[in-house]
Nanobody, 128 residues
Framework: QVQLVESGGGLVQAGASLRLSCAGS????????VGWFRRPPGAADREFVG?????????QYQDSLKGRFNISRDNVKSMVYLQMNSLKPEDTAVYYC????????????????????WGQGTQVTVSS
């Protein structure tokens, strides 16, 4: 099993950048596909942000976030990062990282239900 802890959230102004971190402990994070999801205020469910494969050789993002958000990983440090640039008020949400073993076709990693392990989330608030 792997335990996940997100960090790096905070309150920023529109246009700023933030880098979120997802730290894995227990079983090495390098075994897992890691996804990022977010839950905006008042939303009933989380929405897909992006994911990265074990070796970092394939990534997918929510279409509306392409070009602003970038996921990377450091398997030696057991870390995955979400770099968020040109932040907008609509990016305000609790951001979660999640992990799953690479057992599924790529399209499955867009859905939260496939992930077995979740962090507690980190709040990102973007003011206008």
């Amino acid at each position: 099993q792997v335990q996940l802890v997100e960090s790096g959230g905070g309150l920023v102004q529109a246009g700023a950048s933030l880098r979120l971190s997802c730290a894995g402990s227990g079983r090495a994070l390098s075994y897992y596909v890691v996804g990022w999801f977010r839950r905006p205020p008042g939303a009933a469910d989380r929405e897909f942000v992006g994911y990265i494969t074990r070796a970092g050789d394939f990534l997918q993002y929510q279409d509306s976030l392409k070009g602003r958000f970038n996921i990377s990983r450091d398997n030696v440090k057991s870390m995955v990062y979400l770099q968020m640039n040109s932040l907008k008020p609509e990016d305000t949400a609790v951001y979660y990282c999640a992990a799953v073993l690479p057992l599924y076709p790529y399209e499955h990693y867009l859905t939260q239900g496939v992930y077995n392990y979740w962090g507690q989330g980190t709040q990102v608030t973007v003011s206008s």
